[in-house]
């Protein structure tokens, strides 16, 4: 893509160096002469019609500012786009300027075409994974839907943390509740209540 040494240095020693840095699609000086009626000439030189003008490239999306021949101004409107003209035209008639926007060009195509690939390479893999998310809620609706709203719905909702410290809290609970009926002392009078009314009991049954 890049021009060859032979091909930068003939493009050095050509007296209009300022057509590679454009787009002037093989427009150079030209030398000739005024020729008047009394025939004594005199030396003097054609420029090309060149002219600033703004482009924008599609595939980079981005905009240049280049120095463009008339004739390549109608090239590329022939073609239809920058990139259209950068792509198929011969080197010889881009100059360097031409040249270093094709390389930009296809870098950004092969970029491009590698993201295309990885995403061929990922779209199996990603619907395979979907499906897998789909199946899973399918299940874990059916499910909960056979339990009902019940606490145990309520309960699976929980993160588990959260189930984890209130049955840790329940256990620690329950194990303080046993202490304490274990250390609780009777209270005073009951112990002589309840044998006077077991008494009072068996009298009853004997006199009956």
């Known amino acids: 893509m890049l021009p060859t040494v032979p091909r930068l240095a003939q493009a050095a020693s050509v007296p209009f160096k ?23 000439k005199t030396r003097r030189t054609w420029l090309p019609n060149i002219q600033n003008k703004g482009l924008k490239s599609d595939i980079l999306d981005r905009g240049f ?19 259209q003209y950068i792509l198929n035209t011969r080197h010889e008639l881009l100059g360097q300027e031409g040249m270093r926007i094709r390389i930009m060009l296809r870098d950004k195509q ?14 199996p893999l990603e619907r395979a994974a979907r499906e897998g998310v789909k199946a899973e ?11 009902g709203a019940g606490p ?3 309960a ?13 809290r329940k256990e620690a ?3 303080a509740g046993e202490v304490r009926t274990r250390t609780r002392a009777p209270a005073k009078g009951k ?3 309840l044998p006077q009314k077991a008494n009072a009991k068996a009298g009853a049954m004997k006199s009956s």
């Open 152 to 154: 145990m719905v309520k």
């Open 18 to 40: 300022r057509s590679q840095n454009g787009l002037f699609h093989g427009k150079l000086i030209q030398f000739g002469n005024n020729v008047p009626f009394s025939k004594h």
């Open 137 to 147: 809620q399918s299940s874990g609706s059916n499910i909960r839907h056979q339990l």
């Open 173 to 175: 609970g329950q194990e």
């Open 65 to 83: 500012r280049l120095k463009v021949s008339t004739k390549a101004l109608k090239t590329i409107k022939k073609l239809g786009g920058l990139d």
């Open 110 to 123: 092969d970029a491009q075409a590698n993201q295309a690939a990885l995403d061929a390479e990922r779209a």
């Open 156 to 168: 699976a909702r929980r993160g588990p943390a959260v189930r984890m410290l209130k049955l840790e």
């Open 191 to 193: 112990e002589s209540v």
